[in-house]
């Protein structure tokens, strides 16, 4: 089963799954997908990969956010140290350009970043690198499962 394929199953059990969009043009960057649904790159919710003591996870954050070296070592304990893609597909579920925080494989914790609570809706990826859907915070932080919300991001406005 592909990976939207798994984030449609996953989101049809939550009566979901009709919000899915999908696109004819590739939604693997920030960019591409501000420009496919045609909002402010800001609002795409990106799921970035990391390994924390061996482990993965995720952070979502705002497409306009980076990751703050400082900010994530003091909240995680380690330097930050993304995943390679081939680790990221193997050990979240998910290939890069279409990580989401839906369906990953069992043990990886979720995190949602705080560059995402000044927006009412967020497009977080649905498993494929042309596909995403329109999720209020609620929704997210309760589709994902989120672990928390953290502050590790810097460079976005309030």
Sequence with gaps: ???????????AEKNMADRVLEFTVSSATVELAAQALGCEGCRIAKSLSFSVSGEAILVVAAGDARVDNAKYKAQFGVKAKMLSPEDTERLVGHAVGGVCPFAVNPGVKVYLDASLKRFSTVFPACGSSNSAIELTL????????????????K???R
Excluded at 1 to 8: G, H, P, T
Excluded at 138 to 153: K, Q, R
Aim: proline fraction near 3%; include cysteine.
């Design 1 to 11: 089963m592909s990976s939207i394929e798994k984030v449609k199953a996953f989101l």
């Design 138 to 153: 609620p929704e997210l932080e309760a589709l994902s499962g989120c672990a928390g919300w953290v502050d590790v991001c």
């Design 155 to 157: 460079d976005w406005t």
